[in-house]
């Protein structure tokens, strides 16, 4: 199913038969501020398998990252966060960036494997952040890539749908997509580290 939601102001009718999709194990394609991004309900493991199955990879191994809609979500899954970090994630997001944090017990335990992080990302997208919000907890994500050794990434939501219709539940049309990924910042250690440049530049 293609459907059509507008970043300025989604139908929210809309979000709510995409929601109830998720909670029933359903799988999503969606828009971010970034790159279209491939998801589900961190809590249903069946939807969590089926997207690591597509990807090839083991859900322990992966780098899958949650999608939260704003930062009350973030303590439900990451231990303590020093405040000099905290104010460093305040400042950036919402925005292209995907913060690696230090996991707490609440992470779904098929996530963990031996990591002992998991990566937030709060995008500027009103798309997604309101189907998480109506979900009530965040939502696996992992990025489209493109076959395309030069095109990395697809970002045109019709040929999206026509790649992944087999495999999503929903592809959202939130517009064309972007090129480039999330910056990814790894605040798990002693030191705060960009581990992968990509979109927007980070304020410390």
Known sequence: MLVRLYNENPNPRDIRDIVEILRQGGVIIYPTDTVYGMGCDITNQK??????RFKGIKIEKSNFSFICSDFSH?????KPI????FKLI???????????????N?????????????GIRIPDNNI???????LGNPIMSTSIRDEDEIIEYTTDPELIY?????VADVVIDGGYGELVPSTIVDCSGDDIEIVREGKGILEY
């Open 47 to 52: 939807a969590v398998e089926k997207v690591a």
């Open 74 to 78: 973030l303590s439900d899954f990451t």
């Open 82 to 85: 020093p405040n000099h970090v």
């Open 90 to 104: 305040r400042k950036n997001l919402p925005g292209p960036f995907t913060f690696i944090l230090e996991a707490n």
């Open 106 to 118: 609440n992470v779904p335990k098929y996530f963990k494997g031996k990591k002992k992080t998991v």
């Open 128 to 134: 997604i952040r309101a189907i998480v919000e109506e």
């Open 162 to 166: 026509e790649k992944y219709q087999d």
